[in-house]
């Protein structure tokens, strides 16, 4: 399988950002995060801007950093956990490059993810859980999947690696 670009996706807490960061390191490409760019344009955290904003703003902004980012080769982005669960999202990101998703379950996500309202979207159990499974079904549409509960980051770049080479 040959690429000159990926997207990682999945759930908050799921990597993706620490993940990308070890893999374009390990293939010498660049690192994109789709949160820190729209935080970058707009001057304000990802709390701030739906907070302030809202949420549709701020899906809007996302959309406008991954077609921003559409011209760019040899390169791995982390997207934010909701970017995939967009279907024109979704669509740029299939036909552009490679999209992986770092599956974690939803145990690991509560371990991983502080419900104090640093995520916006993780500040009540009972509504992360409801969007967990709502975006699993989005998720599932990646071509590749990457059990992303174990091990570390390391091993997980590796396997990455391992399949593109396949």
Do not use: C
Not at 55 to 67: N, T, V
Not at 91 to 110: K, N, Q, S
Not at 126 to 141: D, F, P, S, V
């Amino acid at each position: 399988m040959t690429t000159d670009k990926i997207y990682l996706v999945g759930f908050m807490g799921a990597g993706k950002s620490t993940v990308a960061r070890a893999l374009a390191r390990r293939l010498d490409w660049r690192v994109e995060d789709i949160d820190d760019q729209v935080a970058q344009r707009e001057r304000l955290d990802i709390t701030g801007i739906f907070r302030q904003k809202g949420e549709p703003y701020f899906r809007a902004a996302e959309r406008q950093a991954l077609i921003d980012l559409l011209p760019h080769r040899g390169t791995v982005v982390a997207t934010g956990g909701g970017t995939f669960a967009e279907p024109t999202n979704r669509e740029l990101m299939l036909r552009d490059g490679l999209v992986i998703w770092l599956d974690v379950p939803l145990t690991t996500v509560l371990e991983r993810v502080p419900l104090d309202g640093r995520r916006p979207l993780a500040a009540d159990r009972g509504a992360l859980e409801a969007l967990y499974n709502q975006r699993l079904a989005a998720y599932r549409l990646a071509p590749v999947r990457v059990d992303a509960s174990r091990g570390p980051v390391d091993s997980l770049v590796e396997q990455i690696v391992d399949g593109l080479d396949h």
